[in-house]
């Protein structure tokens, strides 16, 4: 503070103080010289702004498409803002499905079915590692088959149960098979199995049962990997569409994915991007909130694995 | 230890592995009652028709508005309730939809020229001629080319309904800049007028082929008619390497070869209302977004003549389907439903609205015509109707195999004779192994 306003003195040899000053300078421009620059730009924005435009441009062009009307959509001089915006295309998607009423299935399949499935996905997976069943390891042998086995191979025997079962056209039809989901268990287990020891013999100790075990313990301590299960689960329920479309046919009890697969029509696609762009804006924009909430977890649950 | 619980690990694996193979290996039973002798069997006489149907239909070209209105106006008529079923977004969808569990409720449903045979394999559908009979409507009234792409062995399985043929497309601001007259009258003249757009860089390229995903056997079976060839000769496939044929996809090739010419990217439809192509050949049914789609002012013709024949067009789009699952009562009214949705002045009204062709004679389309033009020459074109080569609608995969070839053989340049001689042999095999039983046996 007082050394810049005081005057040079005269004994003061003014070399040492310069050679410090080099040595010195380094400290702040070495952030700025062109190598560190380089560096900088090279390994780490360029890298992040390429995967930033690749991952988002699609999604600001889908919103900015959305409002265009379709002769700015198939054009040769593309822009990125629509010129004369409008919101035709989100009132052509409200009147031709009724979108109130499917989302609303969406939603009611989405959190049940996901409250079920993340449910089912933490008690299987703490019994397998907590309780002592015989054959625990061939029932996760099981689990693990059932996630090598494609979807699309289940989809006629559950068709013909659910039909059976008098389940078309019906939300819990939608809901059912999907209900085991080996993919959350496996996770969990895995994720329980690193769990210490010490903290379950510590709460039996205190009497705790499996279920205080279970609730008080393991799930407290594990929120991150639940919560990216929940996060997966709940993505995959809402975006889910061959399964939805299979069994059902009538629009009152339709998806939104489903529902706005109908906004396609036969020898009329080239007037309909603009729809189906409004239309994947709305399937996408909860996903995105969703996400945003548990932005937080998702990070920690995926790094979990790696600084462990 | 380690060892026999790995042993028992692989044990439990090939259980479930098995267990998953036998549960997916169980597939519905086709084997249905022979649907034609049953509905031959039914005295229509002694039929009522039903209370209520079910109309299946993907609403083909936007016209879901426009279909609940004729539906309301049956009911109000004949008091038949009619509860409609959105069975898909595009035909292929649709088909899927009503054989596996649709079948079981559906008594009307829309399917289209590639998509209704398979259905009457299954023996899904009825012949319609009895039971339109019976309900009284006139067939005669129908134009002929487009009842006659529902008969098979001598009985008829649909009723003309949305159906499109292949119109060429031109963007007329394109031709005053490049000072041409009219649209081409043969294939010759295509050529020439593409290659001056190009030369006069008006546009990037002249005309726009289609991909594969846009049906191009349906579209260029005018070409190869031109020239003479076919894809099939009834079920005689030798006429998809025939000379001709190969002459007409080659000069396809030199097209593209040539940069006259380009094959879509997505759609020949949007090449063409951006103003990539300044011609192209697709279905009536675009028409109307094409319009909405276009800056300049669109000009639509008859498909070019070849050297051979004058521009035949092939017929397209969706009819609707009577399914034999239905009790005779349901049939009758559901041909009561059909009869009424192709009358001459449902179709006049359906066919302002979408685009689509009417399917019948008498439809009086003379006020659509004053105000677009352009719907004219798809009706008109109708003369120049050919029913399709078995190949394409009949034989299933090969309209899927000629679409693909056809897009490698216009964006590689592989020798054409060498590729159709492919087609020709997998044609063979497809036959044998879906058809030959069901045709000959």
């Given amino acids: ?308 | 230890m380690k060892q026999s619980t790995i042993s028992l690990s692989w044990k439990g694996v090939a259980a479930f592995s098995v267990a998953a193979l036998a549960v997916t290996a169980c597939g519905p039973d086709t084997n249905g009652g022979d649907a034609a002798e049953e509905a031959e069997d039914t005295d229509w006489a002694d039929v009522e028709p039903a209370d209520s149907i079910v109309f299946a239909t993907n609403h083909p070209g936007g016209s879901e508005d426009i279909e609940a209105d004729f539906i309301d106006e049956f009911t109000e008529e004949t008091g038949i309730e009619v509860e409609v079923i959105t069975s898909g977004a595009n035909y292929e969808e649709t088909s899927q939809w009503f054989q596996t569990g649709g079948g079981s409720n559906a008594d009307v449903v829309v399917l289209s020229d590639a998509t209704w045979f398979p259905n009457y394999l299954n023996d899904a559908l009825i012949p319609v001629d009895d039971v339109l009979e019976a309900a009284d409507i006139d067939v005669s009234g129908y134009v002929e080319a487009l009842y006659e792409d529902y008969l098979y062995e001598g009985n008829h399985y649909g009723v003309p309904y949305a159906r499109s043929t292949p119109l060429f497309y031109y963007n007329v601001e394109h031709y005053d800049e490049a000072g041409i007259d009219g649209p081409p009258e043969t294939w010759e003249e295509v050529a020439e007028i593409s290659q001056t757009i190009v030369d006069e860089d008006v546009a990037q390229f002249g005309y726009a082929f289609p991909p594969s995903d846009e049906y191009p056997a349906w579209g260029m079976a005018n070409l190869v008619w031109g020239y003479g060839g076919a894809w099939s000769d009834e079920w005689d496939f030798s006429t998809v390497s025939s000379d001709e044929t190969v002459e007409a996809l080659e000069f396809a090739q030199s097209g593209v070869e040539d940069g006259w010419a380009n094959v879509a990217a997505t759609s020949q439809t949007d090449d063409f209302s951006s103003g990539v192509a300044s011609q192209t050949i697709q279905s009536t049914g675009s028409l109307g977004g094409i319009m909405d789609t276009a800056d300049f002012e669109v000009g639509t013709a008859f498909l070019p003549d070849g050297p051979v024949a004058e521009g035949e067009t092939p017929t397209g789009g969706a009819g609707l389907m009577l399914a034999s699952a239905s009790s005779p009562e349901e049939q009758l009214a559901s041909a009561m439903f059909v009869g009424h949705m192709t009358s001459a002045e449902t179709q006049a009204r359906f066919s302002e609205e979408t685009g689509y062709v009417p399917s019948h004679q008498d439809s009086d389309m003379s006020q659509v015509y004053e105000e677009t033009p352009q719907f004219e020459t798809a009706v008109d074109q109708l003369e120049r109707a050919r029913v399709q080569d078995f190949a394409r609608v009949f034989l299933p995969g090969a309209d899927l195999e000629l679409a693909t070839t056809l897009q490698s053989l216009l964006t590689s340049g592989d020798d054409v004779r060498e590729e159709m001689e492919r087609v020709e042999s997998e044609f063979e095999s497809l036959y044998e192994t879906d058809l030959a039983d069901e045709i000959e046996g």
Avoid: C
């Fill in chain 1, 1 to 308: 503070m007082s050394t810049t306003t005081t005057p040079p003195q005269p004994w003061a040899d003014p070399k040492p103080a310069r050679r410090a000053k080099r040595r010195s300078s380094p400290e702040w421009t070495k952030a700025f010289s062109p190598r560190n620059l380089a560096d900088t730009m090279l390994t780490g924005y360029l890298p992040i702004l390429i995967a930033l435009i690749i991952i988002v441009l699609p999604l600001v062009w889908m919103v900015s498409s959305s409002f265009k009307p379709v002769n700015e959509i198939v054009t040769l001089t593309p822009q990125l803002l629509p010129q004369d915006a409008t919101t035709e295309n989100y009132v052509t998607v409200d009147r031709r499905i009724p979108l109130m009423t499917v989302l609303q299935n969406s939603v009611i399949v989405t959190s049940v079915g996901s409250i079920i499935k993340v449910l089912l996905a933490i008690t299987t997976a703490y019994a397998l590692v907590f309780i002592r069943v015989p054959g625990a390891n061939l029932i996760f042998l099981g689990i693990l088959v059932a996630l090598m086995v494609p979807p699309e191979v289940s989809m006629l025997p559950n068709f013909m149960t659910i039909e059976a079962l008098g389940g078309r056209n019906t939300l819990w039809g939608i809901i059912l098979p999907g209900l085991g989901t080996a993919f959350g268990t496996f996770l969990l287990r895995q994720h329980f199995k690193s769990l210490p020891k010490e903290l379950f013999e510590a709460a039996e100790l205190d009497g705790a049962g499996h279920f205080r075990k279970l609730f008080q313990i393991a799930v407290p301590v594990s929120l991150p990997a639940i919560s990216t299960v929940s996060l997966v689960t709940i993505v995959n329920e809402w975006n889910s569409f061959l399964w939805p479309l299979i069994i059902t046919d009538s629009r009152d009890r339709m998806t939104l994915p489903v529902a706005l697969n109908q906004l396609r029509s036969v020898e009329d696609q080239v007037s309909s991007y603009g729809i189906l762009m409004a239309g994947a804006v709305l399937v996408i924009v909860p996903m995105l909130i969703i996400f945003a909430m548990l932005q937080r977890y998702i990070v920690s649950g995926l790094t979990q694995g790696a600084v462990k």
